[in-house]
């Protein structure tokens, strides 16, 4: 029996070299692919509460019930925010990949409650509160970075506080502080918040000593 020989095909020179260099094209890219890894976050926090001579000054109340700080649902996420002031500033922005390390709202709170402590008041939650130990009650209006220009910016927190004592308002004032950023950056805006933040808290005690509360 005779048998036909099977005969393939020879592709052109040129084909054979462009099929080779898109295969090997494909395997880099795939390759490339694998090798990416994901941009990997940054945690900040406001570092350790150490004492100040602003922060060290004595408070003229010896106990006092501090309520956990509110604001925005923006506030009580992770999340780092700034604004392009002189762009758009209307818009609040999140870095891509900083965050803190809680909330800003738990950490306001706990500064806040760290520094009252330190000027030597007994801090109490509102568990804790008895009759005549005045509430201080807290709410951030504004926490975040800003940008005037491209190099220069600045940390900025605005507080309301109000005070209570035996269900009746002693008085109520708002706090607004900005700290300038060293670097125009997460990083930046976190040192610039954290001073800001202090700021506020000594603030916060020299505004407590002037209030006429009741000896209970």
Known sequence: MHHTPT???????????????????????????????PAQNTTFDFGPAATTAAAAARAPIA????????GSAAL???????RLNYSDPLQARAYANSRWAATPLQMVTQRLK??????????????DASDGVPILRLEIDDFS?????QADSHGQLVLRASLFQ??????QKTFDRKTVATSPDAGGGARALAGATDTVASDLI???ATLPLKKE
């Open 145 to 149: 970075h800003h940008f005037d220009s």
């Open 76 to 82: 009580d996420s992770e999340r780092m925010f700034y």
């Open 7 to 37: 005969h393939t095909p020879t592709l052109p020179a040129t084909v054979r070299r462009l099929l080779l260099a898109a295969g090997t094209g494909a395997a880099l890219l795939l390759a490339g692919c694998a090798s990416e890894k």
């Open 114 to 127: 760290s520094r009252i402590a330190q000027s030597g008041a007994k801090v109490l939650s509102v568990s």
């Open 166 to 171: 035996g269900h009746k308002l002693i008085d």
């Open 206 to 208: 020299a505004w407590l």
């Open 63 to 70: 106990a006092i019930v501090v309520g956990d700080v509110t």
